[in-house]
């Protein structure tokens, strides 16, 4: 149904209703390979597969956008070889809209030592934190697969991208560990917007039906920020993503994530990268932020974290071992439609891989309703 | 349609057809929650769940009967609990025919150090192989998730099954260790079958509806065999198990089979305990066993090892790393509708929880279908 409005269609943003009390709007991207209704939360499945989850059942879970990381995919299997299938989407077998990032977020934060612990448990041979050198022409880094030099430049992180045949792509950033002195800061920042308007240019070369966002730097520094916004929003990029450091805490969040879209054309889509936690999502969607990204939900839930309207639920405590109720009554993923929380309870008790992709599978679907919530709050006029 | 023949009628063993070549029938086992058409893959689900897979995809799976580990429910949650909860199928939202053992094997191989590598991922703390005492009574042990003392006796054991409710149920036997003496073997012996009169004493005070396989003993030793199929028939058990040691090879299994069934009837089931390789089944299947169990079909699936028609295959080679076919042509499984080998192999070696769910669905799958073919060619005179 919601591939036959985009019939094929390049990539647009439709806003159905602009609320009147903040800059929230419902709309809808429509991509090559079907439509994503706005707001929306976008699953992550780095590796072309959302942890514990078979992609065949994304429409089930209502996932109309699934972020995949070139970084893992150019270093298993890699992109040459998804290309030759046919793509990312023929590859992995996803029917609906994917968006890809560049690499430079996993090269950097790997480097950096920040998502490190969260890749060890992924690769095979496990390599220490990958010397990286970094330079105008691009960034070498190690695989942490095999050791082997990979080299990403803006042209190739495109050229990767383009092989991949994601929905949306992303350009070439640099990320910065949190402790630069002003001038590194300011250095890196210049250079990574002159990344982001090669990548621009790369892309534009053969367009193959891809959107490109552009990447918002600035870290919580407002006045870079809107520097940033004015910089990238004079190019022709299809949408932004908001990127780089957020801040520590939902109040810098709030200002961050304020003071950039104040700066950004209503007309274009905007993307919140890495951020998917109820309250913070909850906290941007007055601002205007159509998507959010985060692996948090399925991440929390391999470890016993339930997602539900009344806050999340730690089933693993000894007080659900006799609840014979679904985790929540009124949701209709196949979780709570079968089972109980006494035997999910158990099933974690008993290390059972079910565990985690059951919890999974309602903390995705949970996700996907309560953003539906949102855009009928939004046209509501609650929002 | 299999539950309507079934119509919540009590067990019932029917002969559909008996080969004329071999001791091979196609036939049905008729229990409370439905029909097992034999001969027949019995999955195993130790904890309540088939790893990896969920339960309400059985049916889909053609999973006819699941085995589930009296020993390990005990421990976790406690068969108390799954009673409180409506037994086992309620529990576990299973609504087809389940068998459970006695617990008896998980306490003897745990202490003997048989199963313990098995049995090691799955407890919360470590303990070490459980120090355990047998007399007449029955059988103390220590629980491997928390050292708490647990009594196993026939009445206990019988107690527990009870508690679960499963459709077919096994009375308490022991396990000797490989190397014993003469004498200890015939004390064990001895002991083992008035330990299952005394569960079959138990049973039939409330038989709730279910069926008890008496477990033949003896080893490799056929006299002993035969003198176990003498004291076993003559009681009301509803079918039998073959239990205890089977061989080292596949000559030893044959002629333990072969030399045990001679001496039942042929009126009622036999099922063939842990064993579940295409090889060991197609050569047992002529001495009119109906009904194998054994987690090899979902333990090597885990590891990436695929069962296919012409035989095994290991996905994470590289020769499969760029084969855009499924797994199997002609399989109606989730995995070989929707992926490649190409995707499968990439889901390894990118150590992704869902190669091992879709490896077990299609190695299931598998099973339940070979045992199809295997009925068909019994009837076609072919075996």
């Known amino acids: 149904m919601l591939s036959d409005v985009a019939n094929k269609a390049d990539f647009r943003f439709e806003i159905l209703y602009q609320s009147k009390r903040s800059r929230a709007r419902v709309g809808r991207i429509i991509t090559p390979h079907g439509v994503i209704e706005t707001p929306n939360?976008?699953?992550?499945?780095?590796?072309?597969?959302?942890?514990?989850?078979?992609?065949?059942?994304?429409?089930?879970?209502d996932i109309q956008l699934m972020f995949c990381n070139t970084y893992h995919l150019m270093v298993q299997p890699g992109t040459q070889l998804i290309k030759e299938s046919g793509g990312l989407h023929t590859f992995i077998q996803r029917q609906q809209p994917i968006i890809t990032d560049s690499g430079g977020f996993q090269v950097f934060s790997l480097a950096y030592g920040n998502v490190a612990k969260e890749l060890k448990g992924q690769g095979g041979k496990k390599h220490p934190p990958s010397k990286m050198k970094v330079t105008e022409e691009g960034v070498v880094f190690r695989s942490y697969?095999?050791?082997?030099?990979?080299?990403?430049?803006?042209?190739?992180s495109v050229q990767a991208q383009k092989d991949l045949g994601a929905d949306i792509i992303i350009p070439l950033d640099e990320l910065l560990p949190f402790h630069?002195?002003?001038?590194?800061?300011?250095?890196?920042?210049?250079?990574?917007?002159r990344w982001e308007l090669r990548s621009l240019a790369e892309h534009l070369k053969a367009r193959q039906n891809q959107a490109m966002f552009a990447v918002i730097h600035g870290g919580t520094d407002l006045a870079l920020r809107q520097q940033s916004c004015q910089l990238l929003t004079k190019e022709a990029f299809d949408g932004f993503a908001i990127g780089g450091s957020l801040g520590r805490d939902h109040q810098e969040l709030h200002d961050t994530v304020g003071g950039t879209t104040s700066h950004l054309p209503t007309e274009k889509p905007i993307h919140l990268l890495?951020?998917?936690?109820?309250t913070s999502i909850n906290h941007c969607i007055p601002f205007g932020i159509d998507t959010f990204d985060s692996s948090y939900p399925s991440k929390v839930a391999r470890h016993g974290m339930i997602l539900t309207a009344k806050g999340p639920l730690k089933i693993t405590r000894t007080e659900?071992?006799?609840?014979?109720?679904?985790?929540?009554?009124?949701?209709?993923c196949p979780t709570c439609k079968h089972y109980t929380r006494a035997y999910l309870h158990h099933l974690f008790k008993a290390k059972e891989p079910s565990a985690a992709s059951l919890a999974t599978w309602h903390n995705i679907r949970f996700m996907t309703r309560w953003m539906s919530k949102i855009r009928t709050e939004?046209?509501?006029g609650l929002l």
Chains 1, 2 share one sequence.
Do not use: Y
Request: hydrophobic share 35%; net charge negative.
């Open 378 to 380: 939004i046209l509501c």
């Open 180 to 193: 630069v002195d002003e001038a590194t800061l300011k250095a890196s920042f210049a250079r990574t917007h």
């Open 145 to 156: 697969r095999d050791g082997t030099k990979i080299f990403l430049s803006p042209e190739t």
């Open 320 to 332: 659900h071992a006799r609840e014979r109720i679904p985790l929540e009554h009124d949701c209709p």
């Open 274 to 278: 890495g951020i998917g936690d109820v």
């Open 41 to 61: 939360f976008v699953a992550v499945g780095t590796n072309g597969s959302l942890k514990t989850l078979h992609n065949h059942d994304h429409e089930e879970l």
